[in-house]
């Protein structure tokens, strides 16, 4: 089985920093894409950043919101991405996603795979 699966949220004041991990695992063979979204309450899922070529050492591209505040970072166990977020701000309130398009060992095709969300909330 393969799976995503995100953890590392939490609460924090303005200003503070969290870092999200994020890991694919079971039988995977290569990441052609590793996502982070975000979704705040009434609004529509965001891309937050996002790594191309993945495997291959790709680069990360982020969205306005969070440029220069987030970064991208690979982890040392293969397949694991970490967000770190730094000068929080409340409107970075969200559930945040990782998103993984991948390739599974044995099998044709592209698998497009979420995580199940971490909630990070920032308040004074």
């Known amino acids: 089985q393969v799976q995503v699966v995100e953890s590392g949220g939490g609460s924090v004041q303005p200003g503070g920093s969290l870092r999200l991990s994020c890991t694919a695992s079971?039988?995977?063979?290569?990441?052609?894409?590793m996502d982070w979204y975000r979704q705040a309450p009434g609004k529509q899922r965001e891309l937050v950043a996002a790594t191309d070529s993945f495997s291959s050492g790709g680069t990360t591209v982020y969205a306005n919101a969070v440029k220069g505040r987030f970064t991208v970072s690979r982890g040392n166990a293969k397949n694991t991405v970490y967000l770190q977020m730094n000068s929080l701000k409340p409107e970075d309130t969200a559930v945040y996603y990782c998103n993984a398009i991948l390739k599974v060992t044995g099998l044709v095709g592209d698998y497009d795979l979420w995580g199940q969300g971490t909630q990070v909330t920032v308040s004074s």
């Open positions: 079971g039988r995977v063979s290569s990441i052609h894409r």
